[in-house]
Nanobody, 124 residues
Framework: QVQLVESGGGLVQAGDSLRLSCAAS????????MGWFRQAPGKEREFVSG????????NYADSVKGRFTISRDNAKNTMYLQMNSLKPEDTAVYYC?????????????????WGQGTQVTVSS
C-alpha cells in the first residue's frame, strides 16, 4: 500500500502564494507519475497538474498555467505544487494522487492512490 499525505494548505488573500507538499510512503517502487487535483464546493474534482517520474514531463490545467508549478523530489518521495498569484476561484480541497505507471494523465480514474486532501482558501 501507498500512503499520501498533503500539507501546506491554508487561508490566504488573492495574489498570495502557497506551496503544497505531498509525501508518499509505504510500498517502495519507482517510475510512477503523480498529479494534483482539486475539488471546490459543489463542483466535481478536477485535474490541476501532473508530473512524470523524472519531472521531464508536466501538464497543467489551463486555469492554472503560468501561475502554478509542479515539481518532485524523488529522493524525498515528495511532490510539490507552487501556487502563485492565487485567485478566489482557486479555493478548493487539493488532493495529490499517484499512478502506478509513468504516464501523466488528466484522468483521475487512472490514478491508483490518493491523499486525504488539504484545504486552500483564497479570500478576495
Amino acid at each position: 500500500q501507498v500512503q499520501l499525505v498533503e500539507s501546506g494548505g491554508g487561508l490566504v488573500q488573492a495574489g498570495d502564494s502557497l506551496r503544497l507538499s505531498c509525501a508518499a510512503s509505504g510500498r517502495a517502487f519507482s517510475n510512477y507519475a503523480m498529479g494534483w487535483f482539486r475539488q471546490a464546493p459543489g463542483k466535481e474534482r478536477e485535474f490541476v497538474s501532473g508530473i512524470s517520474w523524472s519531472g521531464g514531463i508536466t501538464n497543467y490545467a489551463d486555469s492554472v498555467k503560468g501561475r502554478f508549478t509542479i515539481s518532485r523530489d524523488n529522493a524525498k518521495n515528495t511532490m510539490y505544487l507552487q501556487m502563485n498569484s492565487l485567485k478566489p476561484e482557486d479555493t478548493a480541497v487539493y488532493y495529490c494522487a499517484l499512478r502506478g505507471a509513468n504516464i501523466v494523465t488528466i484522468r483521475e480514474g487512472l490514478y491508483d492512490y490518493w491523499g486525504q486532501g488539504t484545504q486552500v482558501t483564497v479570500s478576495s
